[in-house]
């Protein structure tokens, strides 16, 4: 690999969703289906507040398999929070081991409160390491 370092800003997607603590499963899911997302992050409530995350394996854990019902299940039930997240101009390398660091494949890029981006694996490898050799 090259030693010039890539940011994580240079791989990160745009595309992502952000929706309300307060949602149902359901609707948050509904969502995330129809922008093709395995994720979605979860708004601060205020500025104090921190985000959070809801995984398609949060579902599946926490609804799917005790058999409960989506639409009467809320977002902030089953997310994980606060979720772990990166600087934008951090070295792909250094987002790469703090992923396998905390058993995490997806953070949100944040600058100054807001998310700008997200970065998983995928972006790390293909976008990263294989535009850099």
Same mark, same amino acid.
């Given at each position: 690999m090259s030693k010039n370092k890539v940011a994580v800003t240079e791989v990160m997607e745009q595309d992502f969703l952000v929706v309300d603590g307060l949602a149902t499963v359901a609707d948050a899911l509904a969502q995330m +289906?129809?922008? $093709?997302? =395995?994720?979605?992050? !979860?708004?601060?409530?205020? $500025?104090? $507040?921190e985000f959070g995350i809801? %995984?398609?394996s949060d579902i599946a854990k926490k609804v799917l398999a005790p058999h409960k019902a989506p639409e009467?299940?809320?977002?902030?039930?089953?997310? #994980?929070? =606060?979720? %772990? /997240? !990166?600087? =934008?101009?951090? $070295?792909?390398r250094y987002c790469a081991r703090l992923f396998d660091n905390f058993g995490i494949s997806t953070a949100p890029v +944040?600058?100054? *409160?807001? +998310? %700008? *981006?997200?970065? #998983?694996? *995928?972006? %790390?490898?293909?976008? *990263?390491?294989? /535009? /850099? #050799?």
């Open positions: +289906i129809e922008k $093709d997302l =395995p994720f979605a992050f !979860v708004a601060k409530r205020d $500025d104090d $507040d809801l %995984l398609v009467r299940i809320n977002v902030y039930e089953v997310m #994980t929070k =606060p979720v %772990l /997240s !990166v600087q =934008p101009d951090m $070295d792909i +944040i600058r100054a *409160g807001e +998310i %700008l *981006g997200v970065v #998983t694996y *995928g972006e %790390l490898v293909l976008k *990263g390491l294989a /535009s /850099s #050799t």
